[in-house]
């Protein structure tokens, strides 16, 4: 009779992984290719195919199964000009960037400064707004409970009737700070980035009089093609039922994204890496995505949940990895599932691994299509100490480059992320979380306020609603 193969033992494989992320410099090697050899890997560039191809071929070097890109369409935007002005009280012309997705417009108007753009200033100003010129700063209004996105802030000053929208870094250091205006369309008025330095600087030219300004900007809005890129480890016990992890590949088109997010895309690569050598062992099937185009509209996710929506039933669990790497608190937001609160303290305390968990829906990141697909999910992360939940750091400026990273920090964030994979394939019994309908996701959201955040954005209807 032939003998029956024994049971995999967790801590056994717990400590080969461990052990093979510790001595691994993979991590960083990738990150210094998709950085320093390819660039900012945004949607229609040849950078972008360059990680493409370079993913590819790593994901196969690495052992997994079913290595393949999927690929779509969808509304890219183009860097071309863009020209900040100011015509009265005086002449002058300002530093500046066009946002994603802001088109090509000539527009002239006075200056109305929002500070950090309340959601109740639009309705107060409202008359001022109408046919002007809207800056606010990217600060999240500090008597607001929750974080204040650009998007909402654009959306809001639209809505109140704003013909171009001016986004005033808060943190010194001259660097503007880049991020759409919409998610995969064009944006309504021209919208632009500016220092903080420079905005002060319009702010001391209001105090001379009423300000105006002429917006010039030219940039492209057009189709495109771009690819998800797949691979997996098949489970031995049951293949169907799958965990997902992902992070986003593309950087914005002024910087290498070493931050945000080359860090995540190399951290998925490294826990599959890892995995991969004791894949026989894996009881369910784990799958690993790298999206593009999140920082243009969370666009690569969208279309992957929308091919594969009748499998995300058997998605017992995704995680994203966005923005990590650069040392810090590891930190898990938990996207609504407050039961798998308990599950993640219970694993961070066996790893004897400080994780910060929260509990909290996030529409700001990949995983938020697989949440609102009703996917137990979350979002991982690092957050420097000190820094507060709002602050983007060096991320979405020039400055998110490879020195950010310490690749200690990477290695770290790869641990925890191939361990938490490992540890959830092994929990398949006592795992609390069941899918969510529509009903329930649209509760979440509300509840956080930001189900009418969505409409302010027009991300409304979800895709497939
Ligand atoms: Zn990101």
């Keep these: ?32 290719y998709l950085c320093d050899e390819c660039g900012s890997r945004f949607g229609g560039t040849e950078s972008e195919r360059e990680a493409v191809d370079y993913l590819l071929a790593k994901m196969n070097e690495y052992g997994l199964e079913d290595v393949h890109t999927e690929e779509f369409e969808y509304t890219g935007w183009a860097r071309g000009t863009a020209k900040l002005q100011s015509t009265s009280p005086e002449r002058r012309e300002f530093p500046c960037i066009a946002l994603p997705y802001c088109g090509a417009a000539t527009v002239e108007g006075q200056l109305v400064f929002l500070g950090s753009g309340h959601p109740d200033v639009y309705a107060e100003k409202a008359a001022e707004i109408k046919g002007n010129i809207v800056m606010v700063t990217t600060e999240s209004p500090p008597d607001l409970k929750r974080t204040m996105h650009r998007m909402e802030k654009f959306g809001r000053a639209v809505a109140a009737g704003a013909t171009a929208f001016i986004w005033m870094r808060d943190q ?22 500016v220092s903080k330095e420079t905005g002060a600087a319009i702010l001391r030219l209001a105090e001379k009089g009423p300000v105006k300004l002429k917006v010039t900007t030219k940039n492209k809005v057009e189709r495109m093609t771009s690819w998800n890129i797949c691979g997996e480890l098949r489970g031995q016990e049951s293949p169907r039922r799958l965990l997902i992890t992902g992070g986003h590949l593309d950087g914005h088109d002024i910087a290498p994204g070493a931050i945000d997010n080359g860090s995540g895309t190399v951290i998925v690569l490294e826990a599959a890496r890892a995995l991969a050598r004791i894949k026989a ?36 669990f995704m995680v994203n990895v966005d923005a990590a790497g650069a040392g810090g608190e590891p930190t898990l937001l938990v996207q609504g599932w407050k039961e798998l609160m308990p599950v993640f303290k219970d694993m961070a305390e066996r790893m004897k691994q400080p994780w910060r968990l929260s509990n ?52 770290m964030d790869a641990l925890n992320l191939a361990r938490l994979l490992l540890y959830a394939s092994f929990q398949e019994q006592d795992w609390p979380a069941s899918h969510k309908g529509k009903g329930e996701i649209k ?23």
């Design 172 to 193: 010194p250091g001259l660097l503007e700070e880049t991020g759409s205006l919409r998610f995969n369309a064009e944006a309504d008025v021209p919208g632009l980035g």
């Design 281 to 316: 062992e894996l009881p369910h099937t784990i799958r690993f995505v790298i999206f593009p185009l999140e920082e243009i509209g969370l666009i690569g996710s969208e279309e992957y949940v929308h091919a594969h929506r009748r499998e995300m039933r058997n998605v017992q």
């Design 1 to 32: 009779m032939a003998q029956e193969k024994a049971a995999p033992d967790l801590a056994a494989l717990d400590r080969a992984v461990i052990g093979d992320v510790w001595t691994s410099d993979e991590a960083y090697k990738n990150l210094v």
């Design 360 to 411: 909290g829906i996030s529409p700001y990141s990949d995983q938020f299509n697989f949440a609102a697909a009703g996917v137990p999910s979350a979002f991982m992360s690092t957050r420097q100490s000190g820094r507060k939940p709002d602050e983007r750091g060096w991320g979405h400026t020039a400055a998110d480059t490879l020195d950010k990273i310490d690749p200690r920090g990477l290695q």
């Design 443 to 465: 509760k979440l959201l509300e509840n956080q306020d930001l189900w009418e955040v969505l409409g302010f954005e027009k991300r409304l209807p979800l895709r497939d609603w």
